[in-house]
């Protein structure tokens, strides 16, 4: 059973508009989440994390929303770029040994 | 430069035909990672292992083995391959086991192995 989900295969934003990507997840042993971005033929890159003894973080243009009585996390993008369409996946981990992603959200920003 | 590397990058078989997936890395990392990707499913991880001689299952280990002989090496082994294997593999590196603070615990991950058994 999938314990990360990412219920949206796609989403399509305009050039400097907000994207916003959703997770939820069912096991709350999880302590730690993280956001990865994917291009074609290539293997995931590490985009920004949380821990769940926050509720926030941000990196730039990147910012991770953890709401833990929800059991959802987002990540927003602001602004969106062209450079941004890619796949990004969430994932999570109890104890930070074993990893779980979720299926992934397929983003477009349109010029 | 720092990287994960993973060989071969696209790899036909047959079933039942051994083959091994090699991966490593150069960033001393102590933390190694097998994961596949399947559409609608996501990555879901194989076999992790948290240094040298230490190996543990993930959400999907069957029909596969790994070994830790060294820091810098993790292969994957497919002793009787099947079509329900055909896949893209992921093998990926951190420093540590994971846990926060996140500096030391990014997953860096090679460019994936596709592999096909016919």
């Known amino acids: 059973d999938q314990q990360v989900k990412q219920n949206s295969p796609s989403l399509s934003v305009q050039e400097g508009r907000i994207s916003i990507l959703n997770c939820d997840y069912t096991?709350?042993?999880?302590?730690?989440f993280l956001w990865y971005k994917k291009y074609p033929a290539e293997g995931p890159t590490f985009l920004i994390s949380?821990?769940?003894?926050?509720d926030k973080n941000e990196d730039g243009r990147f910012t991770v929303f953890l709401n833990k009585s929800a059991k959802h996390l987002s990540l927003h993008i602001v602004p969106s770029q062209p450079g941004d369409s890619a796949v990004y996946f969430c994932?999570?981990?109890?104890?930070?040994?074993?990893?779980?992603f979720g299926t992934g959200t397929s983003l477009t920003v349109i010029p | 430069e720092a990287q994960v590397t993973q060989n071969p990058r696209y790899l036909i078989t047959v079933t039942g035909k051994k083959l091994t997936v090699t991966c490593s890395q150069n960033?001393?990392?102590?933390?190694m990672s097998w994961y596949r990707q399947d559409p609608g499913l996501g990555l879901r991880q194989i076999y992790y292992?948290?240094?040298?001689?230490?190996?543990d299952k993930g959400d999907v280990p069957e029909g596969y083995k790994v070994s830790r002989k060294e820091k810098r090496n993790f292969p994957l082994i497919l002793e009787s391959p099947s079509p329900n294997q055909t896949s893209l593999y992921f093998c990926?590196?951190?420093?540590?086991?994971?846990?926060?603070?996140?500096?030391?615990?990014?997953?860096?991950f090679g460019p994936g192995t596709r592999l096909t058994v016919l």
């Open positions: 990926a590196s951190s420093l540590s086991s994971g846990g926060p603070p996140p500096s030391t615990d990014t997953q860096y």
């Open positions: 096991n709350s042993m999880f302590d730690y």
């Open positions: 949380i821990s769940s003894i926050k």
């Open positions: 994932a999570a981990s109890a104890v930070g040994n074993q990893f779980y």
């Open positions: 960033m001393n990392h102590e933390y």
């Open positions: 292992s948290m240094n040298v001689e230490v190996t």
